[in-house]
């Protein structure tokens, strides 16, 4: 048989076609298919270049890339499914922040989820690496205290978004119904700004398994033995309420109250300043709880429950009271109630009169609060002013300033701060003077 040799359109001579009407329709059809293949010639070439610029956008990105997915995990508890993933800062000097997770399954059913992200608070970190303002606050507060509980966070956890060091992010939602399927695979990407750049990084698919169940469920062992993933998993599944605790000091300490009158056991969470109990003596309903107890330098503890839902806390404040009744439990919001009754207290017993150096520097304090907040106020609206043209000042009888909305909230939060501190001061002073004036009359009317 002899070889066919195919001809391309190209190599066609149209000429030589002559003007005979099939030979003519021919010709037409011939044109069209070469416009045809110069169109799809063209749509090629543009897919290619778009390919290549996607191919240079992900290859940029992926060297931009701080963040990597190190370890994924699951968990089970309270009917939450627990999702942990286990994220590493590679550049120890830049900050990931924002850091954020979006799943989608492979169902037709909306997948609802919640996220939490945990950092790592690096004790041999440089006190003169810049962290963000969120990080800084709460590491300096953690850093008060005496010697003896300073630099021990060998087991602490910040909940942030973002991330400097070593941070696990875990995504809870509710176990699905395996009736239809008995697995369920979820895809996703880890978003996060570094740098003023907007950054991705895939997250590699995840299966939950019907038959895995019994593999993830959390155990008693582990929670009670400090497994960081099993507690980061109670705080990630359980409703959070935060109140405050006021304690008298006695012969027995608040955490040996807990552990040896309630019997709550004691969580082996290598912390200084908190102290964790897990709930397992009561009934199904507070069963499975954790208390976070954190003291703090002026004697007022956090004290924070972690249980299925809110209405477990009432039941096991209950039995809390019934056990250490001089123990004083209040909404955090509530803070400021204790932290004046406490400085009137102790001025109080340091206060004869009004003229005691004590009373006299107190109201040193309150006049100073009252000045930096003036000296604040003029200092925000100084800088406005000089951000105006000098002839709009000239001529405009009415000056608008305009201020940033971040500058403006960062002004008002430091403006929060002192005035919250100044009324403090304020009702202190007003009820000490109620009270020595009670004392004097009441001894006036004795002689």
Known sequence: MEDIEFIELNDIDIDEIGSDPIRKFLLHKL???????????????????????????????LKQNILEVTNVWQKIFHGKWIIGIEVKNADESGVAQNVD???????????TYRTNCFNRFKPFASRNEKLPNELAAITKTMEKGNTKTSNFFENE????????NIATILVSFPIP???DRQNYQLTGILTYEYKTKELHLNISTIEISVSDMHLHDLKKYDIVSGDEKAFLSILAASEEIHLIAEY???NTSLEKRLEFDCLFKKINIRSKRKSSFFVDCLSEVANDTVIILQQHDDNIYDF????????????LLHYIYKLIPTLLILPKEHRHILTEHRELKTLLSQCQSTHDSNFQNKLKGFLKSMEAQMFLVEKFCNKKIDQIPLQDLQNTEEISLKADLNDY??????????EHQTDLQHRVICNLIESLNIGVEMEVANN
């Open 304 to 315: 924070l429950i972690y249980a299925r839902d809110k209405s477990v806390c009432q039941f």
């Open 157 to 164: 956890c910040l909940r942030s978004t973002d991330i400097k």
């Open 409 to 418: 909230q960062k002004f008002r939060l430091q403006l929060s701060d002192l």
């Open 101 to 111: 997770v979006t799943l989608q399954w492979d169902a037709a059913a909306s997948f």
């Open 177 to 179: 119904e395996f009736t």
């Open 31 to 61: 044109k069209e298919i070469q416009l045809n293949n110069e169109d799809l010639e063209t749509q090629i070439n543009r897919r290619k270049e778009v390919l290549n610029k996607c191919l240079e956008k992900v290859t940029t990105e």
């Open 248 to 250: 008298e000091l006695n």
